[in-house]
């Protein structure tokens, strides 16, 4: 048994749903789970409801006809007999969602974005189902929520392994073609949806394949594997053919796009290979990612994060900044949601570039100033770069605002005020 994962530009439109039955064709492979993300660009506009809902805008309305026009507009072009039974199912989530908009209470902006966003990932299971099934591809539409099972922090829900792999033991046929939604799970006690963080579809595809001991993952993506930069913004890029599970967590843990972060460490635990692909030639071989496996073409990795902040302390009265503050800082940044991508420190002074996800940073701020001198520069960008050659360095720095440079091994971190 095989997972494959497919994100949103792959169903972005119905010639991206006739594609991934033609991925899976290709494949031959027969016992199959496929993850799906929200279609297209679906989940941002999600969020631009769950914005205008709870800041009472008058474009609400709006915002919701375009997104049933959307999806029925794909619908259209893939089943042209609207009495097709996959038109009811979607309405069925379109009265939910607005149910929920009308009836909830919470203004909390988590719980609420969770219960909202989760509809991109159902529609479109839904209509890919559906569509496999009318193309002869029998299967079965799995709600994820039933078998994912996760902590109640919204928006970054944490699995519970042991009752999540109980469900999918219980729920899962691991014979024939499963179609079920990446990204979304539901907490133990209340049974409200969660998700598990952006780009969390992938998480996902790892969770049933760790759980079901699967062969292998895929994603499949509109690039050809993974590359050793982001072509938007660097050139000359380089396909890796193979990556360690090692060197593929390095490159996670620094903000690499093409793989999320918490991906890696299921399949690494149970040596289960990643296969990243391009959805557009499936036929390639792309990148995998194994056990003990050469970075192959040896070269430099380049990663980009912009709009992150740089924050830097010292003591009021220019004491040591010795364990007792530090240990003070980090549960700051951890009590406010902080992600934290670099640190430096030395014995008066403590530097960390953060990523502001959940906008508090106003409220860290407040706290820091009551204990050290602070000083913050928002809107940076941080470039890290695994096994660079010190021209290529230079050459990054060259007539650019240096904030920060850090060298931990192979790793280079610089933080650049643009």
Known sequence: MKVFKFGGASVKDAEGVRNLKKVIDISRET????????????????????????????????????????????????????????????RKFYAKLENFLETNRSQKHAYVYDQVVCYGELISTTIVSAFLQDEGLNNSWLDVRSCIVTDANFRDAKVD?????????????????????????????????????????????AIFAYCLNADSVTIWKDVPGVLNADPRYFGNTRLLHNISYTEAIELAFYGASVIHPKTLQPL???????????????????????????????????????????????????????????????????????????????????SVCVDNKFNRLEELLARLKERFKVSCNDGVTLYTVRHAKPSEIDALMENKTVLLKQEIHDTVQIVIKE
């Open 31 to 90: 016992n199959l789970i496929v993850v799906v993300s929200a279609m297209g660009k679906m989940t941002n506009h999600l969020e631009g409801i769950v914005r205008s809902y709870l800041g009472k805008n008058d474009d609400l309305g709006s915002q919701i006809v375009e997104f049933r026009e959307y999806h029925h507009t794909i619908m259209m072009k893939l089943f042209s007999n609207q009495s097709h039974p996959v038109y009811n199912e979607v």
């Open 161 to 205: 392994w042991e009752k999540t792999q109980q469900r999918i033991t219980e729920n899962v046929n691991v014979k024939g073609i499963t179609v079920t939604q990446g990204f979304l799970g539901s907490d133990l006690e209340n049974n409200f949806t969660t998700t598990l963080g952006r780009e969390g579809s992938d998480y996902t595809a």
């Open 268 to 350: 690494q635990r149970k040596e289960i290979p990643l296969f990243v692909k391009s959805f557009l030639n499936p036929e390639n071989a792309g990148t995998c990612v194994g056990k003990g496996v050469a970075l192959n073409p040896n070269t430099s990795c380049f990663i980009l994060k912009r709009d992150q902040v740089l924050i830097s302390l010292s003591s009021l009265d220019f004491s040591f900044m010795m364990e007792d503050n530090i240990s003070d800082i980090f549960r700051w940044l951890h009590e406010f949601k902080m992600k934290v991508e670099l640190i430096q420190n030395s014995a008066i002074s403590f």
